[in-house]
């Protein structure tokens, strides 16, 4: 009984801290321009988590990260928001008249989309884990999703499922943040310390 109770208590503190961390997270990326700067930093409690090493709490671990990757992590949200919005206004743009032109272009920019998401997920666990400047961040995330395409399968599909399920219950947006970010994460932590090793 003593086991199933320090279990139990091991899994609702999880559960309690993966809240927090989301609330954190949600009220960091209200002012929209910081919602990258915030994804990296709850990437990065996650990483010292999954690691083991000590952190001074979610809170006081959450800010140390947020003002230590601000910077580099706000420059790449330009430039990928950027990137996303070209390929949004392309779709918006693109009038289907059944022609085989038109869906040639179309297969183009789905494949386009599907580049640009697959760079994108493994984007934050590699700001959270490396210490680099933000070409090699971008290098490094290109080079994993063609060096491991099933893990990057694996991330978009969380991503998009938990997506999925925001739009069906909104109110899952208070867990599921958190909850995305710590099974991507654990999913490259792998890759990371295959690639250590090697």
Known sequence: MNILNSRFLHYTE?????FLLNLLWLIMCIPVITIF????SMYGVIRKWTIGQETNGIFRTFFLL???CFLQSFG???LWAALGFFIYIDFRILHLDGSLMHLLLLGILWLLSLFFLSIMVNLFPIMAHFD????NVIKNALTMAITYPLSTILLMI???LSLYLVYLLPLFIF???SVTAYFSYTI???LFLGIKNY
Not at 132 to 135: A, E, F, L, M, Q
Request: net charge positive.
């Open 14 to 18: 999880k559960i309690v801290d993966l």
């Open 37 to 40: 700067p915030a994804t990296v």
């Open 66 to 68: 947020f003002r230590e």
């Open 76 to 78: 790449i949200s330009v």
């Open 132 to 135: 680099t400047n933000w070409k």
């Open 158 to 160: 969380i991503f998009l």
């Open 175 to 177: 867990i599921l943040g």
């Open 188 to 190: 490259c932590h792998k």
